[in-house]
């Protein structure tokens, strides 16, 4: 990783995700955070080109659940409890759920 992870960096990242750190917690979480990407960076050069795609820990004599299709819920029940909720897909937000803003 070329540069460190720097306190601005985790302060940063925290107002993003609206948490409220102490001086103390940024400076515990700014190395931990710092470690943990550059482990991720280090996975990045693993080569995997002759891994198989459908390889999993059970090994080939595990059984897999068959996918199977099922009916789901209704539209008008999943958006009862749903703030703004409608199900209407003609309105402007008919058939969504409203959710908070996150990013700027």
């Given at each position: ?84 909720g409608v199900a209407d897909r003609t309105s402007e937000t008919g058939g969504f759920f409203r959710v908070p803003r996150v990013l700027g």
């Amino acid at each position: 990783m070329p540069d460190r992870l720097t306190r601005a960096d985790v302060e940063r990242i925290a107002a993003l995700a609206h948490l409220d750190l102490t001086p103390e917690e940024v400076d515990l979480f700014t190395p931990q955070l710092a470690d943990i990407l550059e482990y991720a960076e280090r996975l990045q050069g693993v080569d995997v080109s002759g891994a198989d795609e459908s390889w999993h820990p059970g090994g080939a004599d595990c059984p897999r659940r068959p996918d199977s299709v099922r009916p789901s819920l209704a539209r008008d029940q999943t958006l009862a409890n749903a703030p703004d909720g409608v199900a209407d897909r003609t309105s402007e937000t008919g058939g969504f759920f409203r959710v908070p803003r996150v990013l700027g």
